[in-house]
């Protein structure tokens, strides 16, 4: 029941994912007297899904507090909560973010190791894609959180990306050691000395971000959220400087007739659709977040990512990176302390 | 000495600006052998200027501690005091950011009441330009800090952009109150609650930016320049993008032949030449920072930034402002008191 757009575009969205994994099955919750005339209009979710009726949903603007305290019997508790008895594999909402992170954290807990959960998401880059993380579940991180965020972001580009060895960049003021917040710093030192098998590239600026520099970039979540946001911003008025240019004479109305292909084709590349679906990393589930304002096309991208997410058993690729990251430590200081004796 | 093109674009930058300031005076620090062949090309610089000689210079690269320490008679230094001892009205420099702030810093020395110098720059919106501070002066600021760049931003843009009640927004992750860090809700509280006439419009996302929500962005440091980076990337990431799309059919090759104007009009719109000149705000004096990557058109605009700041007495009216936002506090408390009595 949750987004601009629901629940039409969530049943058209699972509509077009059912004909992309034929396997799929969906537990739809909501209003059972809303849900059925739709279903109506969908054969294949008609067939593959099952309704869990409730007249409670949580609204875009009510505060997380309120919502975790008030909702229990809302759409998106029962929901999560289905991840959390196994009864589904994964949950894919346009609702609101505050709220379904706070629900998630408190029904779904955290992984083993994990204090504070991130979100991340694929961005556009010169050499394809990348992950960014965190982009908003946090306002503040320390190292150990940053150190963190690094071992989920490489998991993530290893499952939704297939990549084998991502390199992982840490956002900074500067590419010198010297610079940066303390925690940055801090974090930078972690990932040097780490005996983990992360292919670390060290410090990038926010330019390398869509430069390609790296495949994963990890930030604390308010630098996160105003750069992904600030590039939104920017590319939002480049696309308006264009519209107003190619209108601006009758020469220019010609060249963007001509040019209907080459503008579709860049439109088609900065289509945050295809892109739609950020996963909240670091919690004992499943949990992606489609954008608000997702239409059909763009909540099926987000089902996607939940399909490849729960395919490639991304928890489990972090526990076990987790572990691995807190083994070497310990064993190092055995070394130590078999020196000194 | 400083930038990628010096001295060469420095010199015919300032040939530039003689033509659009006739009446400006420039006093040029370095290498007389170097600069005096150059000399013979622009007329109006050799009337208008003096040198003064010195064969030192800091590099690009230098650590601002290095620079600071060794750097007594550098080119840097030397055009730094110039202003401290009055015989200038304003530096300018391509040279190195780190190395130019932490020398302004200690000559300078900041303004009655502020702790922390900015970077302030203009970014292009869809109204047009705006503010934003601080792009990278300081990684870390507290409410305060925060608070003075919010008066030293709306007097820049009073100057600069010739505003009558420029808006400052703060930027944050959301527009709540409830939402952010804890520095940024303080801020936001002296800024609403503040006696001083600054027209607060109240916390800005990412997007906001050049959204053109307001005139005036404070961010701190860390997060401006991280953001500024980005937006950069996103536009150059686009650009590439087009020409790409342009480029990929014989139909779109046409296209962009009638789009010439088009484009070029977006390129110019976008051109960060343009806007070149960070001012490092809060200092007890006027230093300017070109890009350093600037061409003799973009040095020109750093220069034009220096003589508005200059015209504008932008420090008078900070020194005002900051007595001002001192003054209804400490009456505050003398009603509080004679309450007690």
Redesign the interface.
């Known amino acids: 029941m949750g987004g601009d757009n629901a629940p039409e575009s969530v049943i058209l969205g699972a509509e077009m994912a059912l004909m992309r994994y034929p396997g799929l099955r969906f537990v739809l919750f909501g209003n059972r007297f809303v849900l059925e005339p739709l279903l109506q209009e969908v054969k294949l979710v008609k067939a593959a899904c099952e309704i869990v009726h409730t007249e409670v949903a949580i609204a875009g603007d009510d505060?997380p507090s309120h919502a975790v305290r008030r909702g229990r019997n809302s759409s998106m508790w029962l929901a999560i909560s289905s991840v959390k008895e196994g009864k589904a594999c994964a949950i894919v909402s346009a609702g609101n973010t505050g709220a379904l992170m706070a629900m998630s954290k408190l029904i779904l807990r955290t992984l083993p190791g994990i204090s504070r959960p991130a979100i991340a998401a694929l961005l556009?880059?010169?050499r394809g894609e990348c992950v960014m993380l965190d982009l908003?579940a946090n306002?503040?991180s320390d190292e150990h959180d940053l150190y963190k965020f690094a071992i989920m972001g490489d998991a993530f580009a290893r499952a939704v990306l297939g990549m084998n060895r991502p390199r992982v960049g840490l956002?900074n003021?500067g590419s010198?050691e010297?610079?940066?917040?303390e925690e940055v710093k801090a974090a930078h030192a972690l990932l040097k000395n780490s005996n983990m098998d992360i292919n670390y590239h060290g410090f990038i600026?926010?330019?390398?971000?869509?430069?390609g520099a790296v495949d994963v970039v990890v930030?604390d979540?308010?630098?996160g959220?105003?750069?992904?946001?600030?590039?939104?911003?920017?590319?939002?008025?480049?696309r308006?400087?264009?519209k107003d240019?190619?209108k601006?004479?009758p020469?220019?109305q010609?060249?963007?007739?001509?040019?209907?292909?080459?503008?579709k084709?860049?439109k088609e590349?900065?289509d945050d659709r295809k892109r739609n679906g950020a996963m909240f990393l670091g919690l004992n589930g499943i949990a992606v977040k489609s954008h608000g304002g997702a239409d059909a096309f763009s909540f099926c991208n987000a089902i996607g990512v939940a399909v490849e997410l729960v395919e490639h058993n991304i928890n489990t690729r972090i526990m076990q990176d987790i572990k691995l990251s807190q083994a070497p430590q310990i064993i190092a200081l055995d070394a130590i302390e078999g020196e000194a004796d």
Chains 1, 2 share one sequence.
């Open positions: 505060k556009p880059t010169m908003g306002v503040e956002l003021v010198e010297l610079k940066g917040r600026e926010g330019n390398d971000i869509t430069g930030t979540g308010f630098t959220n105003v750069a992904l946001k600030t590039a939104e911003g920017a590319a939002r008025l480049i308006t400087y264009l240019a190619f601006s004479s020469v220019s010609v060249g963007a007739l001509f040019a209907t292909g080459a503008l084709a860049v590349k900065l």
